[in-house]
């Protein structure tokens, strides 16, 4: 107790707010450059998943401090907007760096409140850190475009502009790495941002908060507010607010990208998957098999890229068995016990919600050949682990093929040929991302030509794109037109102002007033 209680009290966490019965760290809210308690009588319990151990609280802000946010974050755009481009670029290349120097620290807080092992926390930092990273690069992404002489003495130009204050609404399995796609990309183009981190995992998004601050980042370009749906509606509806970044489930990614562009706000919106993999025959059989596995079951198939659906096409379906061999030797543990390949679900909710999906599959057909639900860890009897899980004979109007099961569980089908494996992918509302197995050139085009899916891997199993690129996701998987990150997350965050400018050597002044539509 006393080693969680020193990972979250900290600045940004006190170890029993004034304003609460319970001596659980509270959460603080980030205001105006202020780490503060909140007046709610609302809280939300925060549990490690490893134990089921309530370890924190994080309150539901109220109306007045949520627009105390906001307000914040318009008073500060006016300055930082002025702020010149190279100053915020010195701002986030300290960032970067302050990051790197306290990766572990936020890896561990991750693993405390998520449950992911230890090592996937530090991948989930890094790949939120290589964002950072790129928002440094903003001189070059920020530039407009000119074309000089488009008549007599006549040039148009145009400026890539900031929006304003903007807003992110962020899920629980990347505490780290999802909010980091966001602010940093807002704030380095000059916009100042609202920061709702999923109310399960807060400690990440207030540590990096901290950080951000540490590295010069001026009062109110970043404000953290905590809450679940009211926090959302505010954020939708808020006048003051531009735009919104959601990553999150359908449920609430579908609601959010209406309601919020009703309200007149730019939304982009990423949501859930069911990624197949596509194995070939010809595939290097050790290689395939090992990244199907990781892929799988690593972070406890709660990752949207999760490689959640196998399909085995011709004489791969005889892999069968050494798949589930290998899926056997992964070992569940607490996410900060040594050697742990998997840790827990987030919650015990998830835990029943997974189960109940296996379950699902047994009673409509399915074949389960390697059923993870009992599984027991020494000294962690109480917390949400589901064990590696295979589905076999699974047809796609199973509900455990039609949902997004989000666990440690692969469902396997088979087909005899590559067309009805693309037939099944495509016929799949989902377009986040997909792979193929092959060692055939022919095979690997053919499939990235006709898949529609938004994130293809050629033996890669996990295609998220480094953040020069930006992350694609399509169909039932986003919402919106522009994505995160790279030059499509510098086109989301800014505006286009063109400007048109004669300037006559000798001062040209006009005999009579031009009333025809100029050409
Ligand atoms: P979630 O939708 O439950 O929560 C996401 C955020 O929305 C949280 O901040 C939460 O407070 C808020 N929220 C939840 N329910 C809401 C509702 N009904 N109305 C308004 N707001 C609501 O998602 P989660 O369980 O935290 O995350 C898992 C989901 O996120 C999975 O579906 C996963 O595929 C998806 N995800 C997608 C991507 C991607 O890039 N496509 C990345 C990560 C996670």
Redesign the pocket.
């Known amino acids: 107790a006393r080693r969680i209680t020193a990972l979250l009290c900290n600045t940004w966490c006190s170890p029993s707010s004034s304003f609460s019965s319970s001596s659980m760290p509270t959460t603080k809210l980030f205001i105006n450059g202020k780490f503060v308690d909140s007046k709610t009588t609302k809280w939300v319990d925060i549990h490690n998943p490893a134990t089921n151990e309530t370890i924190g609280r994080v309150p539901e802000a109220t109306q007045d401090e949520m627009e105390a946010a906001v307000s914040s974050c318009k008073q500060s755009f006016k300055v930082w907007a002025e702020t010149s481009i190279l100053s915020r670029q010195q701002i986030f290349l300290r960032y970067q760096q302050l990051i790197k120097d306290n990766l572990k620290e936020i890896a561990k807080i991750i693993t405390l409140e998520q449950g992911k092992t230890l090592a996937d926390a530090e991948g989930d930092v890094f790949r939120g850190l290589q964002v950072v990273e790129h928002a440094c690069s903003v001189t070059s992404l920020m530039l407009g475009e000119t074309l000089p002489s488009v008549t007599k003495d006549m040039d148009t130009y145009t400026f890539r502009l900031p929006l304003g204050v903007c807003a992110g609404?962020?899920?629980?399995?990347?505490p780290a790495m999802?909010p980091l796609w966001m602010f940093p990309m807002a704030m380095v183009c000059g916009n100042t941002f609202l920061m709702?981190?999923?109310?399960?995992v807060p400690g990440a998004t207030m540590f990096l908060a901290k950080l951000l601050q540490d590295s010069g980042a001026p009062d109110g370009t970043l404000n953290i507010i905590h809450?679940?749906?009211a926090?959302?509606?505010f954020i939708c509806d808020h006048p003051d607010i531009k735009a919104i970044s959601?990553?999150?489930?359908?449920?609430?990614?579908e609601?959010?990208y209406e309601r919020g562009s009703i309200s007149g706000k730019r939304v982009q919106s990423?949501?859930?998957?069911k990624n197949h993999g596509v194995v070939m025959p010809d595939a290097n059989k050790e290689n395939t098999l090992n990244q199907l596995v990781g892929a799988a079951f690593g972070a406890a198939g709660?990752?949207?890229m999760a490689l959640s659906t196998a399909i085995l096409v011709g004489n791969a379906r005889g892999w069968l068995p050494e798949l589930i061999e290998r899926a056997k030797k992964l070992r569940v543990n607490a996410g900060d016990q040594p050697g742990a390949d998997l840790g827990p679900l987030?919650s015990a909710g998830a835990k029943k919600r997974v189960c109940d999906l296996v379950e699902s599959g047994v009673k409509e057909g399915a074949e389960l050949v390697l059923d993870g639900r009992s599984v027991r860890v020494k000294g962690y009897e109480n917390g949400n682990f589901v064990g590696p899980t295979i589905l076999t004979k699974v047809k796609p109007n199973m509900t455990c093929y039609k949902e997004?099961v989000?666990g440690p569980v692969l469902v396997v089908l088979e087909t005899e040929t590559l067309a009805e494996a693309i037939e099944i992918v495509n016929r799949n509302p989902y377009g986040?991302g997909t792979a193929i197995f092959t060692t055939n050139g022919a095979t690997a085009r053919k499939y990235c030509h006709l898949v529609d899916v938004g994130q293809v891997g050629v033996n890669v199993p996990i295609p998220v794109p480094l953040p020069m690129f930006s992350?694609t996701?399509s169909r039932a998987?986003?919402r919106g037109d522009t994505n995160?990150y790279g030059k499509q997350g510098v086109q989301f965050y800014t505006q286009l102002k063109t400007i048109t400018s004669q300037w006559n050597e000798e001062d040209a002044t006009m005999t009579s007033p031009a009333v025809v539509m100029p050409t």
């Open positions: 609404i962020a899920p629980f399995n990347f999802i709702k981190p999923s109310e399960r809450g679940q749906h926090a959302v509606k959601f990553v999150g489930s359908n449920q609430a990614g609601y959010i990423n949501m859930g998957a709660q990752r949207c987030i997004e989000f986040n992350f996701g998987s986003f995160f």
